[in-house]
């Protein structure tokens, strides 16, 4: 290889299999697969990135070469952003590549020890992270991965120290607040909080901040702050874990709500709606279907089931309805529909009181 | 809503080409990406369930079911439902319940096997075309969710390949297993087509179906039409290949 050429190897039982499009039990019954698999991966990947790549596997050991089109220069920025964009199987050893040429780089050093530690490798991630702050000992975004680092490794003391140092650089670093507030939640509530306050202030559209913070206030007891500051952290992004998180979340709110008003024992008003929902269904059963998906597709958006205004109307149903309305109507039609169907809410006890008084039964 | 562009727009397109809305929302238990009831009159919104399994590529899912949406939207006869026909999928169980993997096992255990693995086949029969032309519509029109793509159809892959195991050709007949595998194979192929992988075929060369495969990708590239046509037409002449015509038949709801 020429002095413009990248060369890396490691044992192929580090390589992520998981990558590859297919199943690692069949992969393991043929080695001669993994093998084709694995280059394939590689060459897939320099092809992307243009010049000329090889990958030999012998006794167990990927050996990668590549000679990029326009030289080695730019490697660093080419590593850098196949981490950012998740590709850990050809970024991680690019960049180490980079750093055995480069031993002190520091956006490499970041990079790099971000990268391990999102993998796991917490013991290596700190060793290039620690070695950061000693070149720099400004830096903050090294201070603030090396605690994030240290709290993987289960080292919380550690980790505290080193976001410390980091907002004593920074005080207006929002994710330096929102990774100390994790770790003071756990030993120092109130200071979590308000950690967690300052990160959802300067981390305005950071939806993991908004969603700290809201759970930060329902784990102090404040409830009726948490549900909207959770409720904005589901709008920024829906379709995420965290605003998963964040419904179920908001849905143990709504519950404890409902039954705090009315104590443990069944509600009257809801038994009474379950009620009229049964003779419904059963004067109309071709009701039962269309009500019952309308209020589930009204549901998406949220339904205030402690206020008692009649402020939801429905296509299906002539009227106005409150939301612990609908929501017994809709709890009363998926269980007609599929007894086994889970319809987010527990009105079990309302159901079933209905279903004895109710002349239909 | 958050959502990535490409898959946004796929979705006001299906809004509009259809006159119904489009609801999103996530699920849990699921064992594909995504679950899907298209609109009708007493549903009146599309939904589209996201696994929560597969929230980190929701853009790429939605935009899936969006394409399947349009595909079933577009066909001038109505909204195509492939409807097994009771009778006849019930023979092909008997029949499979019987063949020498399934009937070393207790009656009722193969024939509940045997149930799963005919249902299957014709779903996966049903289903693969569409996914081909969604797979190969989101590579055209939405480059902005490539490397989602490459996420989701290395994943749908990995679990495809599952069917090479040695346990499952313990107990799947031999046929059923074939055809199943065949399917899967297609859509290795073509994924190796659009993105230059070869790793993804190496499952079924090594089985000997890379030539089967090549044929039905060939009569799925021969069909003429568009979306909705083209998914039927290519759906019944695999059928006709794969012998599982009789089995099922089309009828068409109004849109």
């Not at chain 1, 299906?316 to 609908?326: E, R, V």
Request: net charge negative; aromatic share 6%; glycine share 8%.
């Amino acid at each position: 290889m020429n002095s413009d050429s990248l060369t890396f190897n490691f044992p192929i039982s580090d390589f992520d299999i998981s990558k590859l499009p297919i199943d690692p039990a069949v992969l393991k019954q043929d080695p001669e697969m993994l093998r084709e698999a694995i280059s394939d991966y590689y060459l897939g990947e320099f092809r992307g990135m243009g010049g000329d790549a090889w990958v030999t596997i012998t006794d167990g050991v990927v050996n990668v070469a590549w000679v990029p089109v326009s030289g080695i220069d730019g490697l660093e920025e080419h590593g850098i952003a196949l981490l950012k964009r998740g590709d850990y199987a050809l970024g991680i050893p690019l960049l180490k590549s980079v750093l055995a040429r480069a031993l002190g780089n520091p956006d490499v050093l970041l990079n790099l020890g971000m990268a391990l530690s999102d993998q796991g490798k917490t013991g290596e991630a700190i060793d290039l992270l620690e070695r950061l702050v000693a070149l720099e000992p400004h830096n903050v975004r090294g201070w603030n991965a090396l605690g994030v680092a240290h709290s993987r490794n289960k080292a919380p003391e550690a980790a505290e120290e080193a976001l410390r140092r980091s907002l004593q650089l920074d005080p207006a670093d929002g994710y330096a607040h929102r990774n100390l507030a994790s770790i003071l939640m756990r030993s120092a509530p109130r200071e979590g909080l308000e950690h967690y306050r300052l990160a959802a202030e300067l981390l305005p559209d950071d939806q993991n901040s908004q969603f700290g913070y809201g759970l930060a206030l329902l784990k102090s007891g404040d409830s009726d702050s948490a549900d909207p500051v959770l409720k904005r952290s589901i709008e920024m992004a829906p379709l995420t874990e965290i605003a998963e998180m964040a419904r179920t979340a908001r849905r143990e709110i709504a519950q404890k709500s409902m039954r705090s008003a009315g104590g443990s024992a069944p509600r009257p008003d809801a038994i009474m709606y379950c009620l009229s929902a049964i003779q419904l269904f059963a004067a109309s059963p071709e009701l039962r279907k269309a009500v019952t998906f309308e209020i589930a597709l009204l549901g998406r958006g949220g339904l205030d089931i402690n206020s008692t205004d009649q402020k939801y109307s429905l296509k299906s149903l002539p009227g106005k309805f409150s939301g612990l309305q609908l929501v017994s109507y809709m709890y009363v039609g998926m269980k007609e529909l599929d007894p086994g169907s889970d319809p987010g809410i527990d009105l079990s006890g309302e159901y079933e009181q209905a279903r004895q008084i109710s002349p239909e039964q | 809503m958050s959502l990535n562009p490409d898959a946004s727009r796929l979705i006001d397109l299906v809004e509009k080409q259809t006159g119904y809305r489009v609801t999103l929302g996530t699920t849990e238990g699921l064992a594909t990406d995504a679950q899907m009831i298209s609109a009708s009159a007493s549903h009146p919104a599309h939904l589209i369930d996201i696994s929560t399994r597969s929230l980190a590529v929701a853009d790429y899912v939605t935009a899936v079911q969006c394409v399947m949406l349009l595909t079933m939207w577009s066909h001038p006869r109505g909204v195509p439902q492939f409807e097994p026909i009771e009778e006849r999928v019930d023979q092909a169980v008997r029949e499979a319940a019987q063949s020498p993997r399934l009937a070393k096992y207790p009656k009722e255990a193969a024939a509940k096997t045997a149930n799963s693995l005919v249902t299957g086949l014709l779903l996966q029969l049903r289903s693969t075309p569409s996914e081909l032309i969604a797979m190969e519509y989101i590579r055209r029109e939405c480059p902005s969710l490539h490397r989602q793509q490459s996420d989701t159809v290395n994943a749908v892959l990995r679990r495809n390949s599952q069917g090479l195991k040695p346990e499952v050709k313990e107990f799947a007949p031999a046929e059923i297993l074939e055809k199943s595998l065949l399917l899967s194979a297609v859509v290795a192929l073509l994924w190796g087509q659009i993105s230059g992988s070869t790793a993804a075929m190496l499952p079924y060369k090594s089985i000997g179906l890379d030539t089967k495969a090549e044929e039905l990708l060939a009569d799925f590239r021969a069909v003429p039409g568009e979306l909705g046509e083209r998914s039927q037409a290519v759906v019944d002449a695999w059928a006709e290949k794969l012998q599982l015509l009789g089995l099922y038949l089309w009828t068409f709801r109004p849109k």
